[in-house]
């Protein structure tokens, strides 16, 4: 059921639409939430991204993709914009559009890195610094449709002030079978916890799913923490085909 | 464990990986084709288009196979055609999902 509907919208040729910005969230001091209205929006899958077109006055062009921070739901879509300093099209996401401008763009996109509510195996989310965009979307999709499928979120981030969402991944955000684990790489609140550091296979023993529950693993960040992040799950004994995973690159920003 | 890299490969570069060839592609093919498994004409690996290293500096995408780092594929995007040159790849496997 849930599968012939999103396979339905991963058909057909793609055109860029025109978005109308709605409201803008600080989520940090760099990062921010773009909610917009995209009138020809059919719906989208958690863990799908857009492609965002920005063109110049002189016509010259260039387009990013974004992560849908947001479940499907009606004609509003939220993306979660990272400031990568000297890029092209970031620092004008996060520091220039306001409410009433419009951008295109063009999705959803993607079929590959995306959970499927109609899979009842639990899932294990593994986010390295904005890599938790999309699975922040698959989170919201889960409250949404009311399942009990069992989630963990394992999200590496360098200090407290770096976490999106920091709210409803807070201890008042809490949902029943999804389990929030803040690991931090820099600099750690007080208290008698891990020591900051990067994601070590103490990290997955610990806060992760055994290999033998067969879980679904999503794995979104920078490069060298994905690629870690799957080279300690394959060790751990997980299936290497039910580790996706999508690279989020600083490139051009 | 990765083999050596051959001369003139572009490993340290900064790369993305398959998954943002979904929207271009989705310009000319009606499927998404991210999905689907692409087999390389240089080492024989198999796996999914989204799991490729994308480099996007160039006019146009290179991808490359995160296994022997051969180029599989190439595309350009020009005002007015699409250039797709897949001669990396020998063969794809598109899935078509049930009705």
Redesign the interface.
Known sequence: MARAAVSGRLTGRLRWQTATVEDVRDETGTARTLVLRAPDWRGHAAGQHVDVRLTAEDGYSTQRSYSLASAPGGDRIELTVQRIGDGEVSPYLVDVLEAGDQLELRGPVGGWFVWDPADPSPVLLMAGGSGVVPLMSMIRTRRNVGSRVLFRLLYSVRTPEERYYARELGPGGAQGGLDITHLYTRSAPEGPRRPPGRLTEDDVAAYGWPAEFAPMCFVCGPTGFVERAAEILVAQGHDPQRIRTERFGPVGG | MRPTQAAGTTTGE???????L???F???F???L??ATGTCAACGRAG?L??LRVY?HAPGMVARCPECDAVVMRMVRGPEAAWLDMRGTTALRIPL?G?
Not at chain 2, 14 to 20: L, M
Request: net charge negative.
């Open positions: 900064a790369f993305q990986d398959g998954n943002v979904a929207g271009p989705r310009e000319f009606t499927t998404d991210t999905t999914p989204a799991e996007t999902p009705e």
